[in-house]
């Protein structure tokens, strides 16, 4: 760290923030690899979008016999 001093004010901006996003998206990614890295929400709505679809053809045969 001895030479971060002599470097120019933007120099010392730019590799601070490179270094504080690459920390961010390390613990990002590194957490979403411990928990699975499934989006629930998504699962959910795939999981209603499934059922809606498969309820779809007896509501319409339904309303085609009366």
């Known amino acids: 760290m001895a030479g971060f001093g002599s470097l120019a004010p933007k120099t010392k901006n730019l590799v601070v923030a490179g270094g504080l996003t690459g920390f961010v998206f390390g613990v990002y ?4 690899r ?3 890295g499934s989006d629930e929400l998504q699962v959910a709505i795939d999981k209603f979008e499934s059922k809606k679809v498969s309820n779809e053809p007896d509501s319409n045969l339904a309303s085609k016999i009366s």
């Open 29 to 32: 990614f590194y957490t979403m």
């Open 34 to 36: 411990a928990v699975g």
